[in-house]
């Protein structure tokens, strides 16, 4: 500070700086008792991050982490984070600095950061980072942008895809996920299953009933374990008949012993008053 | 609309015989060797994890027939010494017929996606604690074991120990008068780790051992020790992962889930130098819905439940109690009498023959699991969280909520 700052002026400059600073600071924060984001640090972390790479000092980063937290309830400030967080995709940062973008996008990401991650599902380094924060994101559009790039991947990355529309339980992708049941890559077949069972309407039954008829012999345990799941959620969502008809399919000795046992205790609890 | 089941009384017995109809299949051992009991007393064990923790915990006295590890040299000294098989991958072991039960003592980020494939292929199994890395993990864990009826024990040792035990019962039954204060302490998390990215040594399928965690460079933490135990990736830190144990008797002695909804507060630090990126130095407070007080922190390993009469406190090491003379108390009929077990590798290969409910069982193996989630949430979050404990959710605080799931790498899921 210079020397020409007397002490009362000196107090009546920090005083002012401090009403100032608290009138920017949203009512939210102040609620939460939080201090405001070092604006100079968060810039120096975005530049920091625009070339960081595994095994560096994570430190100067640190100013991201506690902007997002200062800024709780506070959309303005999140929405410019979550901007400045998606550019770093778009651009030549190197892997580890777009893994920290889209860890952080899973926490205040929204819609408008999913284009950007959607992007991603078909780049082999990144789509799992994509996935981690699109399958947090509670907007619609998160979930529409896994569907939509089903049929732009294979192998893994589907199957990634299909595993978080699952974990989502996302009723909009039933047909989509049972026409992928016939698919050669078993691997996509059995994990389209799983997902079926995980979001467990009657649409996702009738798919998983069909399927346990149909599915190679190398997928007949995904099947029943499938059909098991789905018969569980429509069961817990007070279907019982829909569960009572799906165990009865899978009591037959044409089952192994613990499917049999695991349908026999489904029936008691689907026939329970 | 939903309509009544069709579910006659014949069809129920018809599933029923058909479920018993007929046996697994003859073990491994079947034609037994000298001094082995016969196959029909004999658990089959496959050992999946050979690491430290998977060593010590050998096969739980059930017979070993096959081990299996991401390291080539741990899973064939095992194999070696137990005259079963190696496996690399834990689908090619639970895929054989023969094997009873598994003992899971991998790294933590993938006790539950392995979990969860024993229970769909009808194995039991032994769980080394902590459960999942994330709450949605543990309610997949939870949903398997119950969808296939499977022995499920949590590596929650103390539960084995009589002190422990008796604490519990001391609590359970008022003994303490009514519970108003739990102190629960574990060992502290730290920075450290090396971070800069290494060559994958030989023998290590290093991305099977990722599995389903986000892929980042080798930098040795897979060698052993306790590095991994504090990388976020692949674990909470020691606030889930030796907390465990402390949090386990907290859930054992109260019923912490029942009285919803949660106040969940804390600090902690998350280290920025090294590899480690758990957290460390924690302090949680938690105000249950009928106004008992947690405090979770670091530095030792008890817990400490404080009545309206007294108190007891509870370690692997011994019991305190105030007044002293609790401690002598000789419960009646009437009081609470919680499962005794006096070996939990015996009290887990008993319920594999007899199919009871071991000591450690999933539903509190969840629930303790999940006060190690939302105290991590809480610090990471930086503010006061609600938590509903019957709902597994923060109510109507969506930020928090997406904090329960992580993205698993392709091509895994549970």
Redesign the interface.
């Known amino acids: 500070m210079p020397r020409i700052f007397q002490p009362a002026m000196r107090a009546a400059v920090l005083t002012a700086v401090v009403v100032l600073a608290a009138a920017a600071v949203p009512a939210a924060q102040q609620a939460?008792g939080?201090t405001a984001p070092d604006k100079a640090a968060v810039d120096k972390a975005f530049e920091t991050l625009r070339t960081f790479d595994?095994?560096?000092?994570?430190?100067p980063?640190?100013a991201i982490?506690d902007a997002i937290?200062?800024t709780?309830g506070d959309a303005a400030a999140r929405k410019d984070l979550e901007s400045r967080l998606a550019a770093v995709l778009t651009g030549s940062a190197p892997r580890?600095a777009k893994?920290f973008a889209c860890r952080r996008l899973?926490?205040?990401g929204t819609a408008d950061s999913v284009p950007v991650l959607a992007g991603l599902l078909t780049d082999k380094?990144l789509?799992?980072?994509a996935?981690?924060a699109?399958?947090?994101?509670?907007d619609a559009a998160a979930v529409e942008a896994l569907r939509a790039a089903l049929p732009k991947t294979a192998?893994?990355?589907r199957?990634?895809c299909i595993?978080?529309l699952?974990?989502r339980r996302d009723e909009a992708s039933v047909p989509a996920l049972a026409a992928l049941l016939a698919e050669q890559d078993q691997?996509v077949a059995a994990?389209a299953a799983?997902a079926l069972g995980h979001i467990g309407t009657p649409q996702a039954a009738a798919a998983l009933g069909d399927f346990l008829k149909t599915a190679p012999a190398g997928l007949k345990?995904i099947a029943a374990?499938a059909n098991?799941?789905c018969a569980?959620r429509l069961l817990a969502g007070?279907?019982?008949?829909?569960?009572?008809a799906i165990?009865?399919s899978l009591?037959?000795?044409d089952q192994?012993?613990?499917?049999?046992?695991?349908?026999?205790?489904g029936?008691?609890a689907?026939?329970a008053p | 609309m939903?309509?009544?089941?069709?579910?006659t009384r014949r069809?129920?017995l018809?599933?029923?015989a058909?479920?018993c109809?007929?046996p697994?299949v003859i073990t491994s051992g079947a034609l037994g060797a000298a001094g082995k009991p016969p196959a029909s007393q004999r658990v089959t064990i496959g050992k999946i994890g050979c690491g430290g923790q998977g060593s010590g915990l050998g096969g739980c006295g059930g017979q070993v027939v096959a081990a299996c590890d991401a390291w080539k040299d741990r899973r064939e000294r095992w194999a070696a010494q137990t005259g079963g098989t190696a496996y690399r991958d834990f689908r090619d072991l639970l895929s054989r017929p023969d094997i009873d039960a598994v003992v899971i003592a991998t790294p933590d980020h993938w006790h539950v996606p392995v979990a969860v494939a024993a229970a769909?292929?009808?194995k039991d199994m032994y769980v080394e604690k902590p459960l999942g890395v994330s709450v949605?993990q543990d309610q997949a864990c939870r949903?398997a074991v119950h969808?296939?009826?499977r022995v499920f024990q949590y590596g929650t040792q103390q539960r084995s120990q009589s002190h422990c035990r008796f604490g519990c019962e001391l609590v359970r039954s008022g003994k303490i008068g009514q519970v108003k204060e739990i102190l629960v302490v574990a060992p502290n998390s730290g920075p450290g780790g090396n971070?800069?990215?290494l060559s994958v040594p030989d023998g290590l399928d290093y991305d099977l051992w990722l599995g389903p965690a986000?892929?980042?460079?080798y930098?040795g933490c897979p060698l052993g020790g306790d590095g991994w135990y504090h990388c976020y990736d692949y674990a909470l830190g020691f606030i889930a992962g030796w907390g465990a144990h402390p949090l386990d008797i907290l859930v054992w002695g109260y019923d912490t889930h029942r009285h919803g909804p949660w106040q969940v507060e804390g600090t902690g630090i998350?280290p920025?130098?090294g590899r480690h990126?758990a957290i460390y130095d924690w302090n949680v407070r938690i105000t249950l819905g009928n106004g008992v007080r947690i405090t979770f922190t670091p530095g030792g390993d008890h817990t400490r439940f404080i009545g309206t009469e007294g108190w007891v406190g509870i370690s692997r090491g011994g019991i305190k109690a105030e007044p002293e003379s609790l401690l002598k108390l000789q419960l009646g009929p009437n009081d609470v009498h919680l499962v005794e077990s006096a070996s939990h590798g015996g009290n887990f290969i008993d319920a594999v023959r007899s199919r009871a409910t071991p000591v450690s069982n999933i539903d509190d193996a969840v629930h303790s699991d999940i006060i190690s989630h939302v105290s991590d949430i809480a610090i990471?979050?930086?503010?006061k969280l609600t938590w509903d404990p019957l709902r597994d959710e923060f109510p109507g605080d969506?930020?928090a909520n997406?904090?329960l799931?992580?993205?698993?790498?392709?091509?895994?899921?549970v």
């Open positions: 939460a939080k595994w095994g560096q000092d994570r430190g980063l640190r982490d937290v200062a709780h580890a893994d899973s926490l205040i380094d789509a799992h980072m996935r981690f699109l399958e947090r994101i509670p192998g893994g990355l199957i990634g595993v978080s699952g974990v691997a994990a799983t345990p374990d098991l799941a569980g007070g279907k019982k008949a829909e569960a009572a165990y009865k009591s037959g000795l192994p012993k613990h499917v049999r046992v695991a349908a026999a205790q029936l008691l689907a026939a | 939903s309509h009544q089941p069709t579910i069809e129920l018809q599933a029923a058909a479920a109809a007929a697994y769909k292929a009808g949605y949903e969808r296939y009826g971070a800069k990215p986000p892929w980042t460079p930098t998350i920025t130098q990126d990471r979050l930086g503010r969506a930020e997406r904090m799931c992580r993205a698993m790498r392709e091509p895994w899921g």
